[in-house]
């Protein structure tokens, strides 16, 4: 009975010792001046896992492809937040416990939003690849500037303000309505900054109709909307909803109306295969094009596909230039100072030194405005012959 | 021989004191941040979970029906609360546990009002109705755009759930059923869940009951709504749809319905998960699925059946043990 008491006991002190082998290991590499690391929050599992997958491949991409160039190496740290509030201050907490330098993160827009205020308080430099709302990096009752907070993708109001110009501009409408989801806060932010932008213009908005986020029947608003006739409808929804609203809108006897979206409608035509009349004419927004004629875009696609075998979409590319915004503030810090990477003094440097982002990434030039938005051009795609054309940037 | 037992008295002080010594401890330790942060942030999660979990117990375990609308509880509590604490009607002090009781008081309310047309119902229809009501509370919240902000969140609330605020209420939730068990009004609610019929031609008027435990089960789903508001910050009416009402009614059937110690242990796990077997990647989610699927199979009744912990039964039983084991001895001398 002794004698096992004895092994056990033994065997419990190597297990330790070894442990503790490991984690000295552990110290030694986090002491290491050649390597930064730096937290990946997304969404891998749940229903947001479409998106969070798209940012990952991204990120990956970039990191892999920067760590092969030699020299300061990037460490990710990946934690999957499910798409949930709750486990994204959980995950973003335990970041801050591994000493992370900075965080991408996170995928949409309500976790992002859960974690900005603490990230403030801790100095945390975070960029995000794809939550566009608004709130993510102004407090929207004080108008308190979030300064720690980027991100390389539009935000909602940039979006709907675009295409009422686009409208007005371009296709010369002079009436339009507007069909959203007052369920989505993205479809709200697109519809309020284009009203708003309407007024201005002179775009006279005949009718609003609103939908719930899984509605399948929009005869009902649609029919509506096609008693005023308006020139453009403007339907600031996801992908399904133009799947549902195309063929609807045809139904409902909106033929002479163009349709205009934005990059929520990208892989609209994926889910129309079968046919893809209903939507022919109509023009969307979006952040990254494939058509592009720009060297290091296709090099960049060509790598993508080579990597994932599959092209990339707008969160793909977002997520790479994100990637490609911090870590090039990253050098440009470790080169301008001799902080501690993992201090609070690297971070508030590391903060200034994103806000003087003026980058070439695969979405376009950027630079940030006052609000850490970025200032870059946007891509319209035209639908042609149930394919998308590149219209031309905005 | 007369069996060893521990008088009343003694229990509530044996009780009290362990509480006592548990809050303080977990609050000094949360405090000192030894465990990291991480865990500080997981530990106020799981608190939450407790309350909704044991307080979702009640009216499935021991009422024995099978509501399905309890992420509407928590939606009205988590609003009510929020909006308390953002208009700053009170000094801060007393604003937290006052917040918490308003946020309470309106689940409560709406509890009453669903529950008396959705009570007449049992079984699956019940679990529709509660379903569609659940539903209704989240469409409301959306369109009321001027109070709750709709679909793009009510943000900037005061984030002040920490672990002594949340385990408090953990504490009074599980004390408040526990009580309310061991009353009067326990035994009725029981009778209603083991026969509705016997118990109504005992002369328990049953509907009283029914609706007295869910609104009692919407009250505390309320405060953990608060508190859950007061973690994150930010409300979104998605937070609060039915796949929440499915995952928090997963803990209690996987703890046992009819179990509160068995809610809280389940309450624990699940809601650790993430956290804990993070570094498992996607194969986290296998684990999880098989969790489930190996505890229903092997143990339908859940993790712990109906079987709920006494601190002082296992007291007892450790004494007895020992005086058995004393006179054992004695005997073997004589």
Redesign the interface.
């Known amino acids: 009975m002794k004698k096992r008491t004895l092994k056990v006991f033994s065997l419990v002190l190597v297990l330790v010792m070894a442990l503790g082998l490991l984690a000295s290991c552990a110290n030694d590499d986090n002491s290491d001046v050649n390597e930064i690391t730096i937290g990946i929050l997304a969404p891998l599992t749940g229903g947001a896992a479409y998106f969070g997958e798209s940012v990952r491949n991204g990120l990956m991409l970039y990191i892999d492809e920067f760590n092969a160039r030699g020299g300061l190496q990037i460490n990710p740290i990946l934690r999957d937040e499910e798409g949930n509030m709750t486990i994204a201050v959980t995950m973003y907490n335990y970041l801050v416990d591994q000493n992370v330098t900075a965080i991408i993160g996170s995928v949409t827009s309500d976790p992002t939003r859960a974690i900005v205020p603490l990230a403030f308080e801790d100095n945390m430099p975070m960029i995000t690849a794809s939550a566009t709302h608004a709130g993510v990096t102004v407090h929207p009752d004080t108008g308190q500037v979030f300064t720690n907070m980027f991100r390389s993708c539009f935000i909602d109001p940039f979006q709907g303000t675009k295409m009422a110009d686009f409208a007005f501009e371009e296709l010369g409408a002079r009436t339009a309505a507007v069909l959203y989801s007052n369920e989505i806060a993205y479809s709200i932010g697109l519809m309020e900054a284009f009203i708003h932008r309407a007024e201005t213009l002179g775009l006279e908005i005949v009718h609003i109709e609103r939908h719930a986020d899984h509605a399948v029947d929009f005869v009902g608003q649609l029919t509506n909307i096609a008693a005023h006739n308006p020139d453009v409808l403007f339907v600031p929804g996801y992908n399904y909803h133009v799947a549902l609203i195309g063929p609807q809108s045809v139904t409902a006897g909106l033929t002479d109306t163009v349709l205009l979206g934005a990059d929520g409608w990208a892989g609209s035509l994926e889910r129309m295969e079968h046919d893809p009349s209903s939507i022919e004419g109509s023009f969307f927004m979006t952040g990254f094009t494939h058509e592009s004629t720009e060297q290091h875009v296709l090099d960049f696609i060509s790598r993508f596909e080579a990597e994932y075998g599959i092209p990339p979409n707008m969160f793909a590319a977002q997520a790479y230039d994100a990637a490609m915004i911090l870590i090039a503030a990253i050098e440009r810090t470790l080169a301008a100072t001799d902080y501690e990477p993992d201090s609070e003094a690297f971070r508030l440097a590391l903060i200034d030194q994103m806000s003087a982002t003026d980058i070439q990434g695969v979405t376009g030039r950027i630079t940030f405005d006052e609000f850490n938005n970025p200032q870059k051009t946007a891509f319209i795609i035209h639908i042609v012959d149930g394919v998308e054309r590149f219209w031309g940037t905005f | 021989m007369k069996e060893f037992r521990i008088s009343m008295p003694m229990r509530y002080i044996i009780n009290s004191l362990l509480l006592v010594a548990f809050i303080v401890a977990g609050h000094l330790i949360t405090q000192s941040g030894l465990l ?3 865990h ?3 530990i106020v ?1 799981v608190g939450i979970f407790i309350i909704l979990a044991v307080s979702l117990n009640l009216s499935t375990g021991y009422l024995g029906q099978l509501p399905l609308g309890h992420a509407g509880f928590m939606a009205i509590g988590a609003y009510a609360g929020a909006i308390f604490w953002r208009s700053g009607l009170l000094p801060s002090t007393a604003s937290v546990p006052a917040g918490l009781l308003v946020a309470g008081l309106a689940a409560a309310v709406v509890g009453v009002i669903i529950g008396i047309p959705a009570l007449r119902l049992k079984g699956d229809y019940l679990a529709i109705i509660t379903l569609g009501f659940g539903e209704i509370i989240r ?1 409301i919240i ?2 009321l ?1 001027s109070v709750t902000g ?4 009510l ?2 609330i005061p ?1 002040h759930s920490n672990f002594l605020i949340v385990y408090l209420c953990v504490i009074i939730c599980c004390i408040a059923i526990h009580m309310l068990m061991k009353s009067r009004h326990g035994r009725a609610i029981l009778s209603i869940r083991e026969n509705e019929i016997a118990a109504e031609s005992c002369g328990i008027n049953t509907t009283y009951y029914k609706v007295m435990a869910f609104a009692f089960s919407a009250f505390f789903a309320g405060i953990a709504g608060a508190l ?1 508001a007061g ?4 409300l ?4 609060f749809d039915f796949m929440t009402s499915i995952n928090i009614l997963m803990i209690v059937v996987l703890g046992g319905m009819g179990s509160m110690a068995g809610s809280v242990i389940a309450a624990s796990i699940l809601t650790s998960l ?2 804990f077997m ?1 570094a498992l ?2 194969y ?2 296998i684990i999880y699925a098989l969790m489930l699927i190996i505890v229903m199979l092997f143990k339908p009744s859940g993790l712990l059946g109906t079987y709920d912990f006494s601190l002082s039964r296992l007291l007892e039983k450790l004494i007895r043990r020992r005086i058995a084991a004393k006179s054992k001895v004695k005997e073997g001398e004589a």
Request: aromatic content about 2%.
């Open positions: 990291g942060r991480a500080n942030a997981n999660s469409v959306n369109n755009d709709g679909a793009g969140g943000h900037g984030r859950f973690n994150i910050g930010l979104v009416p998605g937070e993430p956290l993070a990647n996607e986290r989610m």
